[in-house]
């Protein structure tokens, strides 16, 4: 895989997600999980212990769900507006915050996964910044 896939470790399974297949590691093998709506690549994930969220991405802003268990993608609660390169951090079950990416590099917008497309941007990074890393400690 190249391109930026997405890995979770969810359940004692790693599951990862590139182009339109999400897979997980299992006896030393990979096995399909489900294939995406759409292609992603250089995209973020967050989950809510059921399904993956997949945002956006090179070519698209939509989020998709992807159950744990294969038996569906979704299209997700909202359009991201960050560039594909962002970061995500999941700052509790059902937020997440997103961070930059390719030509919104300066963008900080907190994102709700239930509900409909409710999204708040916040202050502008002094810095923008794409392809970086993030994290959150809970």
């Given at each position: ?70 038996s569906y993608a979704l ?64």
């Amino acid at each position: 895989m190249r391109d930026d896939p997405t890995a979770e470790f969810i359940n004692g399974r790693i599951i990862v997600c590139w182009e339109r297949s999400c897979e997980f590691y299992q006896e030393g093998h990979w096995v399909h999980l489900h294939d995406t709506i759409v292609e992603r690549r250089k995209h973020s994930t967050a989950t809510n212990g059921e399904a993956i969220l997949l945002i956006g991405g090179f070519l698209t802003h939509s989020t998709e769900w992807i159950a744990l268990d294969g038996s569906y993608a979704l299209p997700g609660p909202f359009e991201v507006r960050h560039g594909y390169n962002h970061c995500t951090m999941q700052t509790s079950p059902d937020t997440i915050v997103v961070t930059g990416g390719s030509g919104t590099g300066d963008y900080v917008t907190r994102y709700h996964l239930t509900g409909d497309d409710n999204k708040t941007p916040m202050t502008p990074m002094h810095q923008g910044r794409k392809t970086h890393a993030c994290g959150v400690c809970l």
